[in-house]
T-cell receptor, first 117, second 117 residues
Framework: AQSVTQLDSQVPVFEEAPVELRCNYS??????LFWYVQYPNQGLQLLLK??????LVESINGFEAEFNKSQTSFHLRKPSVHISDTAEYFC???????????????FGSGTRLSIRP | DAGVIQSPRHEVTEMGQEVTLRCKPI?????LFWYRQTMMRGLELLIY????????DSGMPEDRFSAKMPNASFSTLKIQPSEPRDSAVYFC???????????????FGAGSRLTVL
């Protein structure tokens, strides 16, 4: 079974500062990894995903995450945050899909990113 | 596509009343998930369906909770009788499971915020 640990429940940073949101996973099989973002009063939206290939994946709004198999981590980073990045961020993991069954997506507990001007 | 549509967006009810939350998944998606989000427990998977059939309801907290999916375009989550501890945001999400390689990327609705007094 897979599990996801987000080590920080809240991360306050100043605008234009860099940020890293940590995520560690455990799984006995190869996995897919995701970061979802939830803006206030909205549902979750996919931010980026790792399926295979290059271990560094990027989103359209400047976030990036690096898959590190040896450390079983998928930390999310942004070199310079903006007020509009204020949201809750969820790391998620799912196992490889099989035609005969769905692979459930397991979410971490979330990290609330608050940006101070 | 209009995305995953949930109703109502907000519901305030009194303890003991029946609550019905509704979800319309994205057309063509064959999996539907119900999640509950609270400050204390984060995002919890309650139940999910494949082709309208419930696959795993192990996350449903009590017999007071029930979910149905009478057809591919509609699902309900019912709480009867409701209790104050059921207060949460309930999310519906859907996905189309492709047999070829790739990962499940859930599309979430905006959520139904339930307050039980």
């Amino acid at each position: 079974a897979q599990s996801v640990t987000q080590l920080d429940s809240q991360v306050p940073v100043f605008e234009e500062a860099p940020v890293e949101l940590r995520c560690n996973y455990s799984s006995s099989v190869s996995v897919y990894l995701f970061w979802y973002v939830q803006y206030p009063n909205q549902g979750l939206q996919l931010l980026l995903k790792y399926l295979s290939g290059s271990t560094l994946v990027e989103s359209i709004n400047g976030f990036e995450a690096e898959f590190n198999k040896s450390q079983t981590s998928f930390h999310l980073r942004k070199p310079s945050v903006h007020i509009s990045d204020t949201a809750e961020y969820f790391c998620a993991v799912s196992g490889p899909r099989r035609p005969s069954s769905a692979s459930k997506i397991i979410f971490g507990s979330g990290t609330r990113l608050s940006i101070r001007p | 596509d209009a995305g995953v549509i949930q109703s109502p967006r907000h519901e305030v009810t009194e303890m003991g009343q029946e609550v019905t939350l509704r979800c319309k998944p994205i057309s063509g998606h064959d999996y539907l998930f119900w999640y509950r989000q609270t400050m204390m427990r984060g995002l919890e998977l309650l139940i999910y369906f494949n082709n309208n059939v419930p696959i795993d309801d192990s996350g449903m907290p009590e017999d007071r909770f029930s979910a149905k999916m009478p057809n591919a375009s509609f699902s309900t989550l019912k709480i009867q009788p409701s209790e104050p501890r059921d207060s949460a945001v309930y999310f519906c999400a859907s996905v189309r499971l492709a047999v070829s390689s790739g990962a499940n990327v859930l599309t979430f609705g905006a959520g139904s915020r339930l307050t039980v007094l």
